[in-house]
């Protein structure tokens, strides 16, 4: 509103509905100086909206043709698939559903590209210095993709406080892979042991059989343009890395936050040993296990790393079964370092 002119105000038409109140205010006459606001327009002319959205649509029509006592401003905002939708040509033996939304649109669009480019992103950057919500978006969006981060961030937190358990807990699982131990992609595996220590008894006990499938399928519906809260990545034919399950940056930030203090169950620790494999990973995860006391499972981690060639796992392994005073896993550890290539182990045996 502080970048409007003087005696300019901005309305979005919400309650009872939005279509309703939208109609209401068009029969009773917009004041001049109005920016009608409608987000998500397909709830004021489209399917959403209702028995009233084609006369919603003639009457703004009608506005922007002279109807008001003054200047007046619509700014719509719609995702592509609800515009096409809203403007698709009619069709023989096709019933025409939106002619006077198709009519109120046509010629009338302004693309948001899907990533800004270089130019868009300074632009952006300049904007940002005063807009913390901005500042948020250029900062952890992927590939320059603003928009879709601005408008689906706050959709997506609202569906992960509304997951199902077995869904929420893949999700704090995913969580606590990358804030403990960087861990960017986790696998089917992975998620269906961890999961289990993040459900009550109760939610446990009622879980069907396919109820990993089912929290995957929830936690990967897109919101707003967005990938889910977990969204699968394909590994492709001849290449190196795994495929799995990303957690969204948006979700990953948050996720960081609000379980800053929360000890992660056993059997994430369990999943972690069995079902990551990248050896720097494994080490990370077994950092943070001995970080928080988790004595039984921090040799595991330290051990699998250096299964997986990890040398330096190796040395911290080692250096833990010094300070308790166990000196034939000490021993144990660095003949095994030795036969991987540490020559440093190998003069200390």
């Known amino acids: 509103m ?3 002119p003087p005696g300019w105000r901005v309305w979005q038409p919400l309650s009872p509905s939005p279509s309703q109140a939208l109609a209401y205010a068009l029969q009773e006459g917009i ?4 920016v009608i606001w409608l987000n998500e327009l397909q709830r004021y002319v489209g399917e959403q909206a209702g028995a009233c959205a084609e006369q919603v649509a003639a009457s703004l029509r009608e506005l922007l043709q002279g109807g008001a006592s003054g200047p007046v401003l619509v700014l719509g905002t719609v995702w592509p698939e ?9 069709l023989p033996g096709r019933r025409d559903l939106y002619p ?3 009519a109120l649109l046509e010629g009338k669009a302004m693309h948001v590209p899907t990533a800004f480019d270089t130019q868009g992103l300074e632009d952006a950057r300049v904007v940002g210095a005063h807009d913390p919500r901005l500042a948020d978006a250029l900062a952890r969006a992927s590939d320059g993709r603003i928009a879709q981060y601005m408008a689906g961030a706050p959709a997506l937190l609202e569906r992960y406080r509304a997951a199902p358990p077995a869904a929420r807990a893949v999700v704090c699982a995913a969580v606590d892979a ?5 861990v960017r992609l986790v696998g089917r595996d992975f998620l269906r042991v961890a999961a289990e220590g993040y459900l009550s008894d109760d939610a446990y006990d009622s879980l069907g059989e396919d109820w990993l499938e089912e929290a995957l ?7 707003k343009g967005v990938r889910g809260l977990l969204s699968q990545v394909r590994a492709r034919p001849g290449a190196r890395e795994r495929g799995g399950w990303r957690l969204a940056d948006y979700m990953d930030h948050i996720g960081r936050f609000e379980r800053r203090f929360a000890a992660p169950p056993a059997s994430f620790w369990r999943a972690a040993q069995a079902h990551v494999f990248e050896a720097h990973l494994v080490r990370a995860l077994g950092r943070a296990a001995e970080a928080r006391w988790r004595v039984a499972e921090a040799p595991g981690l330290y051990q699998r790393a250096l299964d997986l060639r990890d040398l330096k796992a190796g040395q911290y392994l ?4 010094q300070e308790r005073e166990r000196p034939d896993e000490v021993r144990r550890v660095q003949e095994q370092a030795a036969m991987a290539g540490d020559g440093e182990a190998w003069s200390s045996c």
């Open 2 to 4: 502080a970048q409007l």
């Open 31 to 34: 004041a001049a100086r109005t």
């Open 82 to 90: 609800f515009w096409t939708a809203l403007t698709a040509s009619e």
């Open 100 to 102: 006077q939304a198709r």
């Open 178 to 182: 990358s804030r403990l131990g960087g």
């Open 217 to 223: 399928a929830y936690t990967q519906h897109p919101v």
């Open 318 to 321: 080692a250096w833990l079964w």
